[in-house]
């Protein structure tokens, strides 16, 4: 996988470099109580958490680029998730133990002494293994929910409350106040916003239709409205092809590609099965051989956390809009 560079990600940046002023300390321990809401529910935290275990790659960059790495007890990541060394807030990598290169479990939590979890349904929190925020608290260990995997009304598994965004917003600056590092947070967002406008501004007159492909070959994986690649794409300049799927990733169906026909095909790279495999499928599937993407082989490539909600997410959408921009 490619690395990122840091230039291109300095906004993300901005809490630990770039030339930002912010705050050098986190909120103590013994602070008094903080109430949060998440996922619509307040939550209130008795004290600041000090040892944080988080899972997963975007939820464990959104603590380094808060500067919050010497909060955390350690995080679990599969080790398939993109090129590590070329991020502004590598040295988070070199300090906080890496527990586990599968998914949390309780007792990574509880070897690591952890006092809070932060993670997300379908992003660690699960029920099938009795890793969720009701289990942990009857271990005394309260949780944070990732909010673009907030569970929605819809049905049991459905999820998504708000736009991508601003769900990457609202947990930025939650997390800000848990830790007491409110003006840090509200440095990276600020940023954040001035870097997305700047790629939105030079959006296409026309917006190039996009289909997000994750994975699968009987049924592809892809993103609905409220996962983070409908927003990364919309900003980008261009227009999700599964906007009206009102969930955050999610199973469709080859024929609704077929027939939305996409201008452009954006590939998360991850896993087992490489981009470059996943390109070849698609270029070869023969119900696909008639949609435009495929036919003008315009197929982009962003990498798994790019397109998980994370501080790579400015980036990304730099990135896709200036491909959207030449792609004809």
Known sequence: MRKLLAAALCLAATATGCGASVETTPKGPGSSSVTLTNCGKKVTFDKVPERVVTNDVGITELMFALGLEDRMAGFAMPDDKGDLSGVPWKDGYDKVPWLSKDQLTKENVLDARGDMVFAGWNYGFREDAGFTPDALKKLGIPSYILTESCRNDRTKTSRGIMPPLKALYT????????FGVEKRAATLISG?????????????????????????????????????????ISEAGGVNVMHDVRDSWTTVG???????????????????????QKKRFLLSYAPLRNVSAVKHRRIFTLDYVDLVESPRNPSAIARLGAYLRTAG
């Open 254 to 276: 080859w024929e609704s590609v077929v027939e939305r026909n996409p201008d452009t095909i954006v590939i998360c790279d991850y896993g087992d099965v490489s981009a470059e």
């Open 171 to 178: 947990d930025l600056t939650n997390l800000g106040k848990l």
């Open 192 to 232: 954040f916003k001035k870097e997305i406008a700047g790629v939105h501004a030079q959006a296409p007159a026309k917006k190039p239709t996009v289909f997000l492909y994750d994975s699968g070959q009987d049924q592809p994986f892809t993103s609905g409205r409220y996962a983070a690649p409908d927003q990364i």
